[in-house]
């Protein structure tokens, strides 16, 4: 189904609704429309990548980790992490 198929839809769909539905449709198109400025904002709270950077760059980290779960959380990562294939 094309774009203009599918609008054209959906354009008959509403107007054949009566009004305590096109209520709902109205909320449900806010709510799509508030998500995805939501999403947005979330993206643009990332900080840039850096660039040029090594893996030595992660030593000023080393003996930094504080708690009591080191190896819990190792081993979450070991259990859910994807294989590589190269």
């Known amino acids: 189904m094309t774009y203009s ?5 959906v354009e008959q769909q ?3 609704l009566p009004l305590e539905r096109l209520f709902l449709v109205s909320s449900f ?5 508030s998500k995805e400025d939501a ?9 840039p990548l ?4 090594k893996a030595s760059d992660l ?5 930094t980790w504080q708690g009591d779960d080191l190896a819990e959380c190792l081993d979450f ?3 859910t992490r ?5």
């Open 5 to 9: 198929e599918l609008r054209e839809k």
């Open 50 to 53: 850096k660039r040029n950077k």
């Open 82 to 86: 994807s294989k590589t294939e190269f």
């Open 39 to 47: 999403s947005n904002k979330q993206f643009r709270r990332i900080p």
């Open 29 to 33: 198109i806010d709510s799509i429309e």
């Open 59 to 63: 030593l000023r980290y080393t003996g």
């Open 77 to 79: 990562v070991r259990e």
């Open 14 to 16: 509403i107007a054949q």
